[in-house]
């Protein structure tokens, strides 16, 4: 089955700085990678994701990049504010499983 | 307005007991899950229903029993609870197809004492 790895585990990055977490997958046939925020106490909650016929997505201060042959995709957070802290997941799935599986997440601290 | 609703939002109860949490999305999806969160804050997928058909069930014990009566609701009762079985459960729900987009419950903190 499908196994995600994030890194890393925590992440402290001074305000307006740039962050980044990566994640690699093992099955082949996953083709849709979504990236989900959960605050503290709160719901996970989907902020960007990308398909495997794409390379990379940006949406504002997010980003999200894939390499399919590498089998890794990456979050990437521009001008970070303190509302920004929270833990990040990523996660693969394949059309056909219908199943979401997630890397450990990473807690972000953005330190002002 | 709530699109996805869980009950009860803390549950706090002693080892051996019984107990229901129950699911209910307004978004007319037509699939829905049940994800535990440990401590630790991983997140892994219990069970998935679509169509009220089970399609996803991933190594739970049997002392955990979902139950869907209808495609907007998704319930989850545990028996004999162990201390082992205190997390965050999480209920989310999803268009089937092409992977569309998961949207996650408030969470319901179980606590075993």
């Known amino acids: 089955g499908e196994n995600v790895e994030q890194h890393p585990s925590t992440l402290s990055v001074q305000e307006g700085d740039s962050a980044v977490i990566k994640c690699t997958y093992s099955?082949?046939?996953?083709?849709?990678f979504p990236w989900y925020k959960q605050e503290l106490g709160k719901r996970p909650q989907l902020i960007i994701d990308i398909r495997s016929n794409v390379g990379e997505k940006k949406d504002q201060r997010i980003a999200v990049t894939l390499n399919k042959t590498a089998k890794h995709f990456s979050l990437h957070i521009t001008e970070t504010q303190p509302e920004d802290s929270a833990v990040y997941f990523c996660?693969?799935?394949?059309?056909?499983?219908?199943?979401?599986?997630f890397g450990q997440g990473t807690r972000l601290t953005i330190n002002p | 307005d709530t699109a996805v609703s869980q009950t009860p939002k803390y549950l706090v109860t002693q080892m051996g007991n019984d107990k229901s949490i129950k699911c209910e999305q307004n978004l007319g999806h037509d699939t829905m899950y049940w994800y535990k969160q440990d401590s630790k804050k991983f997140l892994k997928i219990m069970f998935s229903y679509n169509n009220k058909e089970l399609i996803i069930n991933e190594t739970v014990p049997n002392r955990f029993s979902p139950k869907s009566p209808d495609k907007a609701h998704l319930n989850l009762h545990i028996n004999s609870l162990e201390l082992g079985d205190s997390a965050v459960y999480f209920c989310?729900?999803?268009?089937?197809?092409?992977?569309?987009?998961?949207?996650f419950g408030p969470g319901t903190r179980l606590t075993v004492t």
């Open positions: 099955d082949s046939a996953s083709n849709y």
């Open positions: 989310a729900s999803s268009l089937s197809g092409r992977n569309y987009e998961q949207y």
């Open positions: 996660a693969a799935s394949n059309q056909g499983a219908q199943k979401l599986v």
